[in-house]
């Protein structure tokens, strides 16, 4: 297929770029995968969608305040950074710009607390800086850093924790599950009581998410990777879910991604960590997820393209062409749809 093929056309204000006041009250497109039909609802309908016996996977990634802005100590020079990976205890793989400000041997304070050497310049142009810090780094980062918000997103956001899932809590990933953005604590508990397994994983985003496909055939598209664990506690509520003929749904491409890939590299759901570069596309086949949860994802996406091999094409943008014919909200902080 080409990329060509998953291309809709957007309008602009249609890319939400605040967060609703109340995280579930954004409307949700519902798509059955067996008749294609459409029904609009919103997100706190979600339980007209589930049975007791059903599993719902949630990513309990954390967003880092990986965005951080640091003054270069000899020139005065500003470069803004964006922590992307930790290679030891201070020592982190970042995105620079502007680069050319960044070479190796330059030193940054981002703060009275928090000081940066550049010890690499990386073939991707990525830099890896070896922190100074005085004090607990994460503590210290939530102090100085903003949110590494989608370059889509243009408003300031004036509550950090509205870019975090209401049960985040493993620190790691530079972009938050936005699938889960919608749920609150209470309705949580209200799916626990209504017999609901809610459980979890750990994905934690790269930026490479948000990265386009530039080959024509998507075939040849090259994935980023990603770190991924799966518990002992949610593979074996997953395998008693199946076992009992219930169903697993996912909330978000990021639990997709992690449950896939855990049936294809083992054969089965099973207790384990790992990388993930798994790119789902039309034509493949689904070993675990039976609905997913998730936002609307921008056109020529890997993510349409995972959406679209698990509703199916035609009926994937038949759904999108609707979604922008009803006006919902796209993207981070848009409104969600369910496939089931």
């Not at 409307?27 to 008749?35: A, G, I």
């Not at 640091?70 to 020079?77: I, L, N, S």
Request: net charge neutral.
């Amino acid at each position: 297929m080409k990329k060509s093929d998953f291309y809709f056309d957007l309008p602009e204000e249609l890319i939400a770029q605040t967060p609703l006041s109340q995280r579930d009250h954004s409307r949700m497109m519902v798509l059955s995968r067996e008749s294609g039909e459409v029904t609009h609802r919103h997100f706190y309908d979600l339980f007209d969608y589930l049975k007791p016996g059903d599993c719902l996977v949630l990513n309990d990634t954390r967003v880092l305040p990986a965005r951080i802005f640091g003054t270069r100590t000899d020139t005065g020079a500003v470069v803004e950074f964006v922590l992307l990976k930790q290679k030891e205890m201070l020592v982190w793989e970042c995105i620079a710009g502007p680069g050319k400000k960044a070479k190796t041997g330059t030193s940054f304070k981002f703060s009275d607390k928090l000081f940066a050497d550049v010890i690499d310049v990386l073939p991707d142009g990525n830099r890896v800086l070896n922190f100074k810090c005085n004090g607990e780094f994460f503590a210290v980062l939530d102090e100085v850093g903003q949110m590494p918000l989608p370059p889509y997103i243009k408003a300031k956001l004036e509550d950090k924790e509205r870019y975090q899932t209401v049960y985040s809590r493993e620190l790691g990933s530079a972009a938050a599950p936005t699938a889960g953005l919608h749920f609150t604590k209470e309705m949580l508990q209200k799916l626990k009581d209504k017999g609901i397994r809610v459980e979890y994983v750990t994905l934690h985003v790269g930026l490479g998410t948000f990265r386009p496909v530039k080959v024509d055939n998507i075939t040849d598209h090259k994935m980023h990777t990603e770190h991924y664990e799966m518990p002992q506690r949610t593979a074996d509520a997953i395998n008693e879910t199946k076992k009992n003929g219930g169903r697993v749904f996912c909330v978000g491409t990021t639990s997709c991604r992690t449950v896939e890939s855990v049936a294809n590299t083992y054969g089965k759901i099973c207790a384990c960590s790992g990388e993930t570069g798994i790119f789902i596309y039309p034509g493949y086949e689904f070993k675990c997820m039976d609905g997913i949860i998730t936002n609307f994802h921008l056109p020529e996406s890997t993510l349409i393209m995972l959406v679209s091999a698990f509703a199916g094409y035609e009926s994937t943008l038949s759904a999108y062409k609707m979604a922008v014919e009803e006006k919902y909200r796209f993207f981070s902080f848009g409104d969600a749809m369910l496939i089931v």
